[in-house]
């Protein structure tokens, strides 16, 4: 089964509202990174995280080694978060990250 | 602000053909890796490096090799391409902490 498990694989973004998306892990993750990847396929970074949680803007996240999740919150979103989310989870070797399938967030017009 | 270069950003390929992707980093880091995402999907580690002289495998590397030859660069190589190779290829450098990504490469095999 899939190692870093995301969901969920799509959601529609009013703006002006929050959202959370959330990784499960099946394997040891001791480290975990946070990307948006734009429409023209860039990887953004959001975040780093050991344990613990970090916030930058609208944007926070938590990450909990023991219960192997992360989540990832957007406050207020707005059209300019849209894309899709991806979490990673440090495999233990070089650093080396093993993806979720991604979170596509699609803006919803009013 | 770190920077990772890849060429060429897209190529077309014939089938049997030998494909070379280069990468560039100007981080000095020690670690660099070869992504591929396919539609839909997130990324998934074909080969990564300690450093200049080393390469190993990641979680998919039939039929591609690497070479890193400095510490700036890093190499994919596919001697026989083949169109299930037909991809978006990311290369990534990075050390303890975060991976920094680059714009990637399209590449085709027809």
């Known amino acids: 089964g899939d190692k870093v498990k995301q969901s969920p694989s799509a959601l529609s973004l009013q703006e002006g509202t929050n959202s959370a998306l959330r990784c499960n892990f099946s394997?040891?993750?001791?480290?975990v990174q946070w990307f948006l990847q734009n429409p023209r396929g860039s990887l953004i970074n959001l975040f780093y995280?050991?344990?613990g949680t970090k916030e930058n803007g609208r944007l926070k996240s938590a990450f909990d080694s023991k219960e192997s999740y992360s989540t990832l919150h957007i406050r207020d979103a707005q059209l300019e978060d849209s894309g899709t989310y991806f979490c990673?989870?440090?495999?233990?070797?070089?650093?080396?990250?093993?993806f979720g399938s991604g979170t596509k967030v699609i803006p919803c017009l009013p | 602000e770190a920077a990772v270069t890849q060429s060429p950003r897209n190529k077309v390929a014939v089938t049997g053909g030998k494909v070379t992707l280069s990468c560039n980093q100007t981080?000095?880091?020690?670690?660099m890796y070869w992504y591929r995402q396919d539609t839909g999907h997130g990324l998934r580690l074909i080969h990564y490096?300690?450093?200049?002289?080393?390469?190993e495998k990641g979680d998919i590397p039939d039929g591609y090799k690497a070479s890193r030859p400095s510490q700036e660069n890093f190499s994919l190589i596919l001697e026989l391409a083949t169109p299930s190779q037909t991809s978006v290829y990311f290369c990534?450098?990075?050390?303890?902490?975060?991976?920094?990504f680059g714009p990637g490469t399209r590449l085709t095999v027809l």
């Open positions: 990534a450098s990075g050390e303890v902490y975060e991976q920094y």
């Open positions: 394997i040891a993750a001791t480290t």
């Open positions: 995280l050991v344990p």
């Open positions: 990673a989870a440090e495999a233990g070797f070089a650093s080396a990250l093993t």
């Open positions: 981080n000095n880091h020690n670690n």
């Open positions: 490096s300690y450093g200049a002289g080393s390469t």
